[in-house]
């Protein structure tokens, strides 16, 4: 039995380092990145370092990343998404699948397979590649046009489609005379029973659970407890004898109203997007690039067939959702390959005999050409002419409206500014450190995130490039500062609106660039002293005078002891001089009252 080497672990990570930032620079999508680095290191390819055993073990592994990739889909399936989306989703979306596999299945009866094996084929081959998708249209700038808000749509519902597809995939296995097999009711009611206690773990105990780990604040804990979650429930759903990739999925949408649905993202992030590139490296070492060199005509009728299908599905089904015919083709082909699911289910078909080893190889040589081809395709429907795009004002593009304001601190100051805008029906991501802040303000109506704002992936998951405004409300001074260094660094354009709770906090953060700040307590001191004023007698003018003066005063100083704010001891000394000058301005502003008063008389008498 072979066993991988530390030095096969260090070649899948090169391939994966190097596979993606050069199949970015090249225009031709990750997942087609990692298909070729895959190739290359294969039995089939030109370095052949692993073997046909290798390869199946990285595979099996590395299929985590699609239980992990299935999870972080449910955490995004909020169902009021879902509901507002419902007539494109599921009406255009299901369309889609039935149309494309009616037809790939009626060409895979005509070739000669069986009925169960060519709609199981037709089913597969529907399904488009989400990540190499959504890729390509924003990279085009399309995903904000009419036909990538449809195209997602699309992608959503084959997302879902996926799920029972993979689970249900031993279904599609009959015998030689077209019986099914014979249910085993107390299979399917351990099944049915599983599903269920998965579901009301999830809804009564999971959320729960991640806010006794989160009061620990140890950041481990949290990314720990998010993969035993994946892990867990995947192992309770195999031993049921459904599918892991169902209890991702399960799982994730059991958690997608959590309080904690960002930190979970943004942990399991990483994970999922390795796991995946091992995956896809994985498949790429299966392909049997064999079968292209003795079926060349073969594989290119396949190829062609399935491009042309699907696109031609797509395109009808733009039309009659009243797209332009530019729009209706660009829809057509960027979601027109085969996807990441295909290979899972083609691998599924060949486990449970519902189509032999061969042709699961040979589609799944056709899958990746069809990747291979789509940009290919979109650039020549460049070349021949393309259309401005037209982006739409409202998206809803997963996992939140572009536009949105990001509230970092949800304590009294957060809260505040996050009650107007709601008011305003300003959509706002709100974020808190404190599992038990969250659980308060939730009592009264407010949804805020459990995540820490100063972290990168955080605010990427919190999709701070897509926002319109970062409210740094954060109590804590120096996990303000952390939090307002990674926004000017990372997002550079995005307006920061501060609030501070001293003027050292005001100095330091503009020394990071951030211009609009509010010391928290004074403009409360301020109008609390007017009324103290008022209390001891004094005119309303010389109320109205003492206050505007110093706030005036105080704000130059502020932004004149600036240049100064890590000297100390010249602090000090012009904070003596500046009260000897506020005192010397209220002197000389009584004195001129006084002269005023006596010379009222004078004029009376003359």
């Known amino acids: 039995m072979q066993q991988l080497s530390l030095i096969d672990v260090a070649l899948l990570l090169a391939a994966a380092a190097i ?3 050069l199949a970015k620079w090249l225009r031709i999508g990750k997942v087609l990145g990692y298909l070729l680095a895959g190739v ?12 046909n055993y290798e390869a199946h073990e990285i595979l099996h592994f590395a299929e985590f990343g699609v239980v992990l990739l299935l999870f972080l889909i449910g955490l995004e399936l909020k169902p009021r998404r879902l509901w507002s989306m419902r007539a494109s989703i599921f009406g255009l979306g299901g369309a889609q699948v039935a149309g494309t596999g009616a037809a790939l299945a009626v060409l895979a009866m005509a070739a000669g397979l069986g009925f169960s094996g060519a709609l199981f ?4 081959l529907s399904l488009s590649s989400t990540a190499f998708a959504l890729q ?6 399309e995903l904000t046009a009419r036909h990538g808000r449809l ?5 959503l519902f084959q997302d879902i489609a996926a799920i029972p597809l993979i689970a249900l995939a031993p279904l599609f296995a009959v015998s030689a005379a077209g019986t099914a097999p014979r249910m085993d009711l107390g299979a399917a009611a351990v099944a049915l029973a599983t599903i269920g206690a998965v579901i009301v773990v999830g809804r009564f105990v999971l959320d729960h659970a991640f806010r006794v780990i989160a009061r620990a604040r140890i950041k481990e804990a949290m990314t720990a407890a998010a993969l035993l979650t994946v892990v867990s429930v995947a192992i309770v759903m195999q031993w049921a004898g459904l599918s892991a990739s169902l209890g991702g999925f399960l799982a994730g949408a059991l958690l997608a109203e959590s309080s904690y649905r960002h930190q979970l993202e943004a942990d399991l992030k990483p994970f999922e997007g390795l796991l995946l590139g091992l995956f896809f ?13 003795s ?6 009728a396949v190829t062609v067939a399935v491009l042309l299908v699907k696109a031609v599905v797509l395109y009808l089904l733009g039309l009659w959702q009243k797209l332009e015919p530019w729009g209706a083709r660009r829809l057509a082909l960027s979601i027109s390959q085969g996807g990441e699911f295909a290979f899972v289910l083609l691998a599924a078909g060949a486990a449970a005999s519902v189509l032999s080893r061969g042709s699961a190889e040979l589609l799944a040589v056709v899958v990746t050409l069809t990747m291979a081809a789509t940009p290919l395709l979109l650039l020549l429907d460049d070349v021949l002419g393309r259309e401005a795009v037209k982006p739409l004002a409202a998206f809803e593009a997963p996992p939140v409206t572009s536009g949105h304001v990001i509230i970092a601190g949800f304590g009294r100051f957060g809260q505040i500014v996050a009650r107007v805008l709601r008011a305003k029906r300003v959509a706002f991501t709100a974020l808190d450190i404190s599992p038990e802040q969250i659980e308060v303000v939730r009592r009264f109506g407010s949804k805020v995130f459990y995540g820490d704002a100063s972290e990168r992936h955080i605010l990427e998951a919190a999709q701070a490039d897509k926002a319109r405004a970062f409210v740094l409300a954060i109590d804590d001074v120096e996990a303000s500062i952390r939090t307002a ?23 330091r953060l503009m020394d990071l660039g951030v211009t609009v700040i509010r010391r928290e307590a004074f403009l409360s001191a301020i109008d609390l002293t007017r009324e103290v004023l008022r209390g001891l007698g004094y005119s309303e003018r010389d109320v109205r005078f003492a206050i505007d003066t110093f706030a005036e005063h105080d704000e130059r100083r502020l932004v004149d002891d600036y240049r100064h704010f890590t000297d100390v001891e010249k602090l000090q000394e012009r904070a003596r001089s500046d009260t000897a000058n506020l005192e010397k301005l209220f002197d000389e502003d009584a004195q001129e009252q006084a002269k005023r008063a006596t010379a009222r008389p004078k004029e009376r008498t003359q």
């Open 121 to 124: 084929i037709g089913l597969a």
């Open 485 to 507: 260094t990674i926004v000017r660094e990372q997002y550079p354009t995005l307006p920061v609106y501060a609030r501070a709770r001293n003027r050292n906090h005001v100095h």
């Open 136 to 141: 390509v249209l924003e990279e085009n700038g």
């Open 151 to 155: 195209a997602f749509s699309v992608l």
């Open 295 to 300: 079926k060349p005509l073969t594989i290119l």
């Open 19 to 21: 596979a993606a930032p």
């Open 40 to 51: 290359v290191l294969g039995p089939f390819g030109i370095g052949q370092v692993f073997s």
């Open 281 to 293: 490296i994985a498949v790429g070492m299966a392909l049997n690039l064999a079968l292209v060199v």
